[in-house]
């Protein structure tokens, strides 16, 4: 059965002025879409289709470079997506997370300002993540398309939250201010969505 592009959780212009109706046309209608496009055809071409993403990246070291990157790239995407909520609708992290990130990586201005620079720190393209690794919080960033549940991760774990520091999710709006689309993130975070994922992951 072939990838598809699943729909987003909410209407185009539900995430403004963080992701404007423009940047999400492009980021998810054109940028997904292809990733969605280019995957059908790198399983295909090597021998791997019907195969769900949990069994691609576990293996992911041996198949060709055009299956990590677009498998990547759909399943990143998608978790990107499922992160956010309209301002003001993405409520609270639960007790239980923000008891671990005051433990585990020192309270939340502290997780903020170690996940923007995760992304501010990451040079070219790739993503900003917060996972559960060993049963704890941690901060990390991954190039490309990569992530955290691929083999050749340097940091594996759960992912609970993702932003995206490639160009394409900013740039008709923040051009080169990273940073600041790092800063207004925040706004549109689903935390009733991270901590149904912490608690799964804690599970
Ligand atoms: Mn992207």
């Known amino acids: 059965m072939a990838f598809t592009?699943?729909?987003?959780?909410?209407?185009?212009?539900?995430?403004?002025?963080?992701?404007?109706?423009?940047?999400?046309?492009y980021h998810y209608d054109k940028h997904h879409q292809t990733y969605v496009?280019?995957?059908?055809?790198?399983?295909?071409?090597?021998g791997v289709e019907g195969q769900s993403f949990d069994e691609l990246f576990?293996?992911?070291?041996?198949?060709?470079?055009?299956?990590?990157?677009?498998?990547g790239g759909v399943w990143n995407h998608t978790f990107f997506w499922e992160g956010f909520a309209p301002q003001g609708q993405g409520g609270e992290p639960s007790a239980e997370l923000a008891a671990a990130i005051d433990a585990d990586l020192g309270g939340m201005d502290a997780f903020k300002e170690a996940f923007v620079n995760a992304g501010l720190g990451r040079f070219g393209s790739g993503w900003s993540w917060?996972?559960?690794q060993d049963g704890k919080l941690k901060v990390v960033s991954t190039p490309n398309q990569d992530n955290p549940l691929m083999d050749i991760?340097?940091?594996?774990?759960?992912p609970l939250l993702v932003a995206d520091v490639w160009e394409h999710a900013y740039y008709l709006q923040y051009q080169n201010r990273r940073a600041d689309f790092l800063k207004d993130f925040w706004s549109i975070v689903n935390w009733n969505k991270v901590s149904e994922l912490y608690?799964?992951?804690k599970a």
């Open 130 to 132: 917060l996972i559960v």
């Open 37 to 46: 496009d280019n995957l059908n055809k790198a399983v295909a071409a090597a």
């Open 153 to 158: 991760a340097e940091e594996k774990g759960a």
């Open 5 to 25: 592009l699943p729909p987003l959780p909410y209407a185009h212009d539900a995430l403004e002025p963080v992701i404007s109706k423009e940047t999400m046309s």
């Open 199 to 201: 608690a799964a992951a």
């Open 58 to 71: 576990s293996k992911i070291s041996t198949l060709p470079a055009a299956v990590r990157n677009n498998a």
